[in-house]
């Protein structure tokens, strides 16, 4: 790599998963899907501010662990209560 | 055409989970929605405001579109400058404005209403959390009557700056209001401004946990009740034509406003006050949809 | 050498606007001030008239004006714009914004006064303000020099190793209204000279999925200022170099970052910029004819700041006189202050002296050149340079003031 490759810094971002770390660590509680409630409405998926809910391989909504903030909106939201919000231990 | 959630799950979307927002943010919430309906030909510009640090910082972004930072008062301009350079190469692209209620309300309106005026084709949409909540929740010209915020430590002691219905006077050929409370409605809006040539003004109630000190698994709901109690209500105005696009489920202001802390010293009777405000608004919008024209 | 132009007899605005059109940029905003006006009048009616293929956003304010022009620009188009004084005071945010932003926008800039009180007329606050915005400012004394200017910088500004918006900075009424012949190029040689502005540095472009100018902790921001103070040093060498692409094929030179007259072998220098160098240059013939022998260098190009070359020019000179038409209140005039950086850490530097003068408009003359340069002579031959700075052709109440501030010292 020239000397020139570097003369030239512009603040152009990539997006990445994670542009803010693992906020997974924030959480202090983290839902739990209880597959035998769900009925797959996917409320939990549409009202998630942070996009961590994703359709799993057995079809039942499945968190995203890494990022999910714990804010419990999903439980919230849910019909059936069919997620848990359970206290995160160190 | 009304969008499902199942179609909805299928749009690919422009937020990547992992961001600087807070836990329960209403105003990603409101961007995964918007972005999905709006689709992969769409450029952001975003002038100071929540979102300029939801991205997180360089080099990585929580934004998979493109998406320009621009200064606080310049949003609706810049955005005019990168239209009118696709027109001129023949590039048709939804440019979208995404901005704070500060930004849009405040020390944008005056580049906001020069835009409108001349009918740039553009999608401007506030996302209101109803005060400056980056710079650690001051009030701002969308702050509601009798809100806390650490400018307004008593209430505030004005009445917020009805923007919708300003930008309606501009009469410009689409302008909605919407709440992350009721999706469908917001993303239908979205659908509907992507296919109007000229300015679409969309402002979108976004519930802050921090900012309104509410639990934080309660974004939805507030946004909900906001509009189930009338505080909030939906509608649209179509080449002048008003419509009101969610029918409120009557609920009393007080299940709103005591789910909130930034109301905390608000007595019940100037809650009664407040409802009395509210209900002549939704009361003026009835009487506005049977007209032919708003404006 | 290409085709011959056309020669007509316009304004320096008028200049502006056709400079613009050659250019055929693409996205015109513009708001209107005096005595920039003209300029956004010409291009409008250009743009009306199908003579010019760009679009022209009629903004509601100069901050506007100038966020249009950075939204244009980064969605990849070649980019107009032109302002004054309060206008391009009200810019300012944005100006930084842009520069930051690395897009190499046009900008005439007619210089003129700043208030309170109200002043349509010429000086350099406004332009001088905002010389730490990441600006190119080069600063021109006729009205083809206007032309000729503009489409040189598209090109400079436009270079891979640059990617610096620039101002090209006319003085008010003495250009922007005053009729002169300009030779006027054909658009195909044009064409040649300047081809299509194509980025690949980075664009606002719908299948490019980037986020531009979030937010960079302390651990990056330095490097990326540091990478925009390289390009404008760089930008020095690159104006030579299209200077002299330019006169091969239109025949003209105007000087690339400095215009140098009469300078070699004089024992003392003039230094000044806009029409005040127009001025100096009448003043530097009657000078010599008087046995005084004097030079005039101009300063074009004020940013980048061009220092080598003036401490290479100046270092042999008995003296250097600098007239600036704008004040740094305390500190003296902004060239006056640049040249003595420059000269500074040279062994056996000249004395300078500087003046201010010709604020709001005050006509200044060869005669008002040949005042200044006499008594700065007297006071580097007799060692009496006492201050950094002096202010020249205040009436006379107040010029006794200032010559009592001068006994106390």
């Known amino acids: 790599m020239g000397l020139d490759d570097h003369a030239i810094i512009i603040p152009v971002s990539k997006p990445s998963k994670g542009s803010a770390g693992r906020t997974g660590l924030w959480r202090v509680e983290r839902p739990v899907i209880l597959e035998d409630r769900c009925?797959?409405?996917?409320?939990?998926?549409?009202?998630?501010?942070?996009?961590?809910?994703?359709?799993?391989?057995?079809?039942?909504?499945?968190?995203?662990?890494?990022?999910?903030?714990?804010?419990?909106?999903?439980?919230?939201?849910?019909?059936?209560?069919?997620?848990?919000?359970?206290?995160?231990?160190? | 055409?009304?969008?499902t959630?199942?179609?909805?799950?299928?749009?690919?979307?422009?937020?990547?989970?992992?961001?600087?927002?807070?836990?329960?943010?209403?105003?990603?919430?409101?961007?995964?929605?918007?972005?999905?309906?709006?689709?992969?030909?769409?450029?952001?510009?975003?002038?100071?405001?929540?979102?300029?640090?939801?991205?997180?910082?360089?080099?990585?972004?929580?934004?998979?579109?493109?998406?320009?930072?621009?200064?606080?008062?310049?949003?609706?301009?810049?955005?005019?400058?990168?239209?009118?350079?696709?027109?001129?190469?023949?590039?048709?692209?939804?440019?979208?404005?995404?901005?704070?209620?500060?930004?849009?309300?405040?020390?944008?309106?005056?580049?906001?209403?020069?835009?409108?005026?001349?009918?740039?084709?553009?999608?401007?949409?506030?996302?209101?959390?109803?005060?400056?909540?980056?710079?650690?929740?001051?009030?701002?010209?969308?702050?509601?009557?009798?809100?806390?915020?650490?400018?307004?430590?008593?209430?505030?002691?004005?009445?917020?700056?009805?923007?919708?219905?300003?930008?309606?006077?501009?009469?410009?050929?689409?302008?909605?209001?919407?709440?992350?409370?009721?999706?469908?409605?917001?993303?239908?809006?979205?659908?509907?401004?992507?296919?109007i040539r000229g300015f679409k003004y969309i402002h979108i109630l976004s519930p802050c946990p921090p900012g309104w000190d509410f639990p934080v698994e309660k974004t939805a709901e507030v946004g909900k009740l906001a509009v189930d109690t009338y505080f909030w209500p939906l509608y649209e105005i179509e080449g002048g034509k008003l419509k009101i696009t969610v029918k409120p489920r009557k609920r009393p202001l007080k299940e709103f406003i005591r789910l909130q802390g930034r109301f905390r010293t608000i007595t019940d009777e100037e809650i009664d006050e407040l409802e009395k405000i509210v209900m002549e608004k939704w009361q003026f919008l009835e009487h506005l949809e049977k007209s032919e024209r708003v404006f | 050498m290409g085709k011959e132009g056309k020669w007509e007899i316009i304004t320096g605005n008028h200049a502006?606007?056709?400079?613009?059109?050659?250019?055929?940029?693409?996205?015109?905003?513009?708001?209107?001030?005096?005595?920039?006006?003209t300029i956004v009048e010409y291009i409008a009616s250009f743009i009306d008239s199908g003579q010019m293929d760009a679009e022209y956003i009629r903004v509601e304010s100069e901050h506007s004006a100038m966020a249009a022009a950075i939204g244009a620009s980064a969605a990849g188009v070649r980019t107009f714009?032109?302002?004054?004084?309060?206008?391009?005071?009200?810019?300012?945010?944005?100006?930084?914004?842009?520069?930051?932003?690395?897009?190499?926008?046009?900008?005439?800039?007619?210089?003129?006064?700043?208030?309170?009180?109200?002043?349509?007329?010429?000086?350099?606050?406004d332009t001088m303000s905002q010389r730490d915005t990441g600006w190119i400012q080069i600063y021109v004394s006729s009205n083809q020099e206007v032309l000729d200017t503009i489409l040189m910088m598209y090109k400079v500004a436009e270079n891979p190793d640059v990617?610096?918006?620039?101002?090209?900075?006319?003085?008010?009424?003495?250009?922007?209204?005053?009729?002169?012949?300009?030779?006027?190029?054909?658009?195909?040689?044009?064409?040649?000279?300047?081809?299509?502005?194509?980025?690949?540095?980075?664009?606002?472009?719908?299948?490019?999925?980037?986020?531009?100018?979030?937010?960079?902790?302390?651990?990056?921001?330095?490097?990326?200022?540091?990478?925009?103070?390289?390009?404008?040093?760089?930008?020095?060498?690159?104006?030579?170099?299209?200077?002299?692409?330019?006169?091969?094929?239109?025949?003209?030179?105007?000087?690339?970052?400095v215009w140098k007259y009469k300078l070699q072998e004089s024992d003392y220098a003039v230094v000044t910029m806009g029409t005040m160098a127009s001025e100096a240059e009448v003043a530097v013939d009657e000078l010599r004819e008087e046995g005084i022998d004097v030079g005039l260098l101009k300063i074009r190009s004020f940013r980048p700041f061009p220092h080598r070359d003036i401490s290479e020019t100046l270092i042999d000179k008995r003296g250097v006189i600098v007239i600036d038409r704008s004040i740094a209140f305390s500190s003296g005039g902004p060239i006056g202050t640049e040249i003595r950086s420059s000269l500074y850490n040279l062994a056996d530097r000249?004395?300078?002296?500087?003046y201010v003068t010709g604020l709001g408009g005050r006509d200044i003359t060869?005669?008002?050149?040949?005042?200044?340069?006499?008594?700065?002579?007297?006071?580097?031959?007799?060692?009496?340079?006492?201050?950094?700075?002096?202010?020249?052709?205040?009436?006379?109440?107040?010029?006794?003031?200032?010559?009592?501030?001068?006994?106390?010292l």
């Open chain 2, 1 to 3: 055409m009304t969008i």
């Open chain 3, 163 to 257: 990617l610096l918006p620039f101002m090209v900075c006319l003085d008010g009424f003495v250009l922007s209204h005053t009729y002169m012949p300009v030779n006027i190029p054909p658009q195909e040689e044009v064409d040649v000279f300047l081809p299509p502005y194509n980025p690949t540095h980075w664009k606002l472009d719908p299948t490019s999925p980037i986020t531009f100018g979030n937010l960079a902790l302390p651990d990056e921001y330095q490097e990326m200022r540091w990478s925009m103070d390289l390009a404008m040093r760089r930008a020095l060498d690159i104006i030579e170099d299209v200077t002299e692409e330019f006169f091969e094929r239109f025949g003209r030179y105007h000087g690339g970052a």
């Open chain 3, 16 to 37: 502006a606007a056709i400079a613009a059109k050659l250019s055929r940029v693409k996205v015109v905003p513009a708001y209107p001030i005096t005595p920039q006006t």
């Open chain 2, 5 to 195: 959630i199942h179609d909805l799950r299928k749009l690919p979307g422009s937020y990547m989970p992992g961001s600087a927002a807070c836990p329960g943010c209403g105003a990603t919430l409101a961007f995964r929605l918007v972005s999905r309906a709006l689709g992969p030909n769409t450029v952001y510009i975003v002038p100071a405001c929540c979102f300029s640090v939801i991205q997180a910082p360089y080099p990585k972004s929580a934004i998979s579109a493109p998406l320009y930072n621009i200064a606080f008062a310049a949003a609706a301009a810049t955005a005019s400058g990168v239209h009118r350079a696709y027109k001129a190469v023949n590039k048709d692209v939804n440019v979208v404005v995404w901005a704070g209620d500060g930004g849009t309300v405040d020390i944008g309106i005056q580049a906001l209403s020069g835009a409108a005026e001349r009918k740039e084709d553009l999608i401007y949409v506030c996302y209101d959390n109803e005060a400056y909540m980056n710079t650690g929740i001051q009030r701002s010209g969308a702050t509601p009557l009798k809100a806390w915020t650490k400018t307004t430590p008593t209430g505030k002691r004005e009445m917020p700056k009805d923007m919708p219905m300003i930008l309606a006077a501009h009469r410009v050929p689409y302008v909605a209001t919407a709440s992350v409370g009721y999706p469908f409605d917001l993303v239908n809006k979205f659908e509907k401004a992507k296919n």
């Open chain 3, 81 to 125: 714009t032109a302002t004054a004084s309060q206008g391009l005071l009200l810019m300012s945010e944005v100006l930084h914004w842009a520069a930051g932003s690395r897009l190499p926008i046009g900008m005439a800039v007619v210089n003129r006064a700043v208030g309170p009180p109200w002043n349509i007329h010429v000086d350099h606050q």
């Open chain 1, 39 to 90: 009925i797959k409405c996917w409320l939990c998926w549409l009202y998630c501010p942070e996009d961590v809910i994703t359709e799993g391989a057995n079809g039942f909504p499945e968190v995203d662990y890494t990022f999910c903030k714990g804010c419990g909106v999903c439980a919230d939201v849910c019909p059936k209560d069919a997620i848990e919000m359970v206290e995160e231990k160190l």
């Open chain 3, 366 to 408: 060869h005669q008002d050149i040949i005042a200044m340069v006499k008594d700065a002579i007297g006071r580097i031959t007799s060692r009496r340079i006492r201050r950094p700075y002096y202010w020249f052709k205040l009436k006379p109440e107040f010029e006794r003031i200032e010559i009592s501030e001068e006994v106390r």
């Open chain 3, 350 to 354: 000249p004395p300078v002296v500087n």
